[in-house]
């Protein structure tokens, strides 16, 4: 019976690795589809807006870093009523704090459009698009997350697929609004998915808040709340640098590396959540510190190996690819390639992360997370002034930073 059970957990988890490979693919080639009709500047635009969307998701206060390390450990230690407060605590959270949040933001782009007219309004509107993005992400990851943590793997890998359809309309959508259509995708697909997970995510999820446990996601989700904000730092260093020696422009150039990266990073991104969840409920069944390493070990060999190979094919197919298919893209073919490089390093310490999550060693987490945002901002203003001022100097600031991570 156990050789069987995990014989179908293996196919379960086997569908959504590859689901999640065709959802990046598909997203990817939608990207470059976009690049060739929008201009460099445009994107760089984009990308600028889309850093107040990454901010805004700490919106949720670490609740969503407590309900995600706490909830699986909750369901394998069988204390279902502690995770039903879980649930509704978190989900009554986020609604209240992103409905603020894009109150408020639409105030702000309000105000600004009104008493700086001569604004551009692809930056206003990006920024107001951002906060419905960022609010609805949130929500669908909940969702998202409840489902998998469940062990529906199969039905997240199917709500992945169906979100697809959200593409050929953007492919329309491009046709009509131009730039605009990039952010109109990305909300056609939340909402997508929201609706899939609605029957298993949110149906069963009163609308209230235990305030002792509130204070309890709060208080024990910030160190985590905390670290990822760092690690956005991190992630968002190079636009920042770019943008402030640089020009917009070059940003958008610089997209071709970020989406390169983006793309590949969700395959051990996916592995490593899939892992995670194995991890949390190993370690919530037995409580041993042994066993939770002996499976990341196992998990750790496996991810290290899958994107080694995966990093090396993109280092070659990248060049000739974006010659071929975006050549105003050109000049980000190498900022690219160093990216991927990086990738294949740091993608194997998603599990040391795990292991760190797990265990609740928030001030570990935190130092190392510091260390790298150090390195990079260090490294990649360093390159950028004493070796060249162009993106590829950015890129080996990041890929510095991630090899002494």
Not at 51 to 72: C, E, H, K, V
Not at 148 to 154: A, C, M, T, V, W
Not at 170 to 193: E, M, P, V
Request: glycine letters at 6%; one cysteine or more; hydrophobic letters at 50%.
């Amino acid at each position: 019976m156990k050789i069987r059970n995990l014989l179908n957990k293996s196919r379960e988890y086997t569908f959504f690795t590859v689901a999640t490979m065709l959802s990046a693919g598909v997203h990817f080639i939608f990207s470059i589809y976009a690049k060739r009709s929008i201009e460099p500047l445009e994107y760089g635009i984009y990308s600028t807006c889309v850093i107040l969307q990454t901010y805004m998701t700490y919106f949720q206060l670490g609740s969503m870093n407590a309900f995600n390390r706490d909830y699986p450990q909750l369901i394998g230690a069988k204390d279902y009523n502690k995770a039903k407060a879980y649930r509704e605590t978190t989900l009554t959270l986020l609604l209240i704090m992103f409905g603020l949040a894009v109150i408020i933001t639409f105030f702000i782009t309000f105000v600004w459009k009104l008493t700086t007219p001569d604004v551009d309004i692809r930056y206003s509107l990006g920024y107001f698009l951002c906060a419905i993005i960022a609010a609805l992400s949130v929500i669908e990851s909940f969702g998202n997350s409840r489902t998998r943590i469940d062990g529906n793997f199969i039905y997240n890998a199917i709500v992945l697929i169906v979100q697809l359809f959200s593409v050929p309309i953007g492919i329309l959508l491009i046709q009509y609004f131009g730039y605009y259509a990039l952010y109109f995708t990305t909300i056609i697909s939340l909402l997508i998915g929201i609706a899939m997970f609605y029957k298993r995510g949110y149906s069963d999820v009163k609308l209230q808040i235990d305030r002792k446990l509130l204070k309890e996601l709060i208080l024990t989700g910030m160190p985590l709340l905390i670290n990822g904000l760092v690690w956005t730092v991190v992630n968002t260093i190079d636009k920042f640098v770019i943008l402030g020696f640089l020009e917009t422009e070059a940003l958008g150039v610089y997209g071709i590396a970020q989406n390169a990266f983006s793309f590949i990073v969700l395959i051990p991104n996916a592995l490593s959540n899939i892992f995670y969840v194995r991890m949390g409920r190993e370690y919530g069944a037995t409580g041993e510190v042994q066993q939770l390493n002996k499976v990341a070990n196992n998990f750790t060999s496996i991810l290290a190996v899958f994107t080694s190979f995966i990093a090396i094919g993109a280092f070659f197919l990248i060049p000739p690819f974006v010659r071929l298919v975006v050549p105003k893209y050109v000049d980000g073919i190498a900022s690219a390639q160093i990216l991927v490089v990086a990738l294949a390093i740091y993608a194997p310490t998603l599990i040391n992360g795990n292991i760190l999550t797990i265990l609740k060693k928030n001030a570990v987490i935190l130092r190392l997370s510091v260390y790298l945002c150090i390195f990079n901002i260090l490294f990649s203003i360093l390159f950028i002034l004493f070796i060249s001022k162009d993106i590829s100097s950015v890129a080996y600031g990041t890929a510095v930073a991630y090899i002494l991570y």
